[in-house]
Nanobody, 126 residues
């Protein structure tokens, strides 16, 4: 099956930047939809941003204007550039991929995703 491995997490101060990467184990086909989700301690997992292509993306309100999702289909790699980080962004960030895409824009619903990575921790201090 597909295995997703995240990297790039770390600890930064408010206003700092991080770039997360997600490498997919499959090179046989391009996953039609990939995305980033996050989960803070004691909270439910929530969407951050998703992408079908670099021009067909969907962002959660919390990420708009600060985060940029992109993907390199040739390498089956997903990225999340995070700028102007806030303490509220502190969470475990998970990469996800879907076998199918039902709409023109990618879904923010975690139920639509089939594969999940183990996460990379992002900590933003005040």
């Amino acid at each position: 099956q597909v295995h997703l491995v995240e990297s790039g997490g770390g600890s930064v101060q408010t206003g700092g930047s991080l770039r997360l990467s997600c490498a997919a184990s499959t090179y046989t086909y391009i996953l039609p939809c990939m995305g980033w989700f996050r989960q803070a301690p004691g909270k439910e997992r929530e969407a951050v941003a998703t992408a079908i292509t670099n021009s067909r993306t969907t962002y959660a309100n919390s990420a708009k204007g600060r985060f940029t999702i992109s993907r390199d289909n040739a390498r089956n790699t997903l990225y999340l550039q995070m700028n102007s980080l806030k303490p509220e962004d502190t969470a475990m960030y998970y990469c996800a991929a879907a076998r199918t895409s039902r709409g023109f824009l990618p879904s923010l619903s975690q139920n639509d995703y089939d594969y999940w990575g183990q996460g990379t921790q992002v900590t933003v201090s005040s």
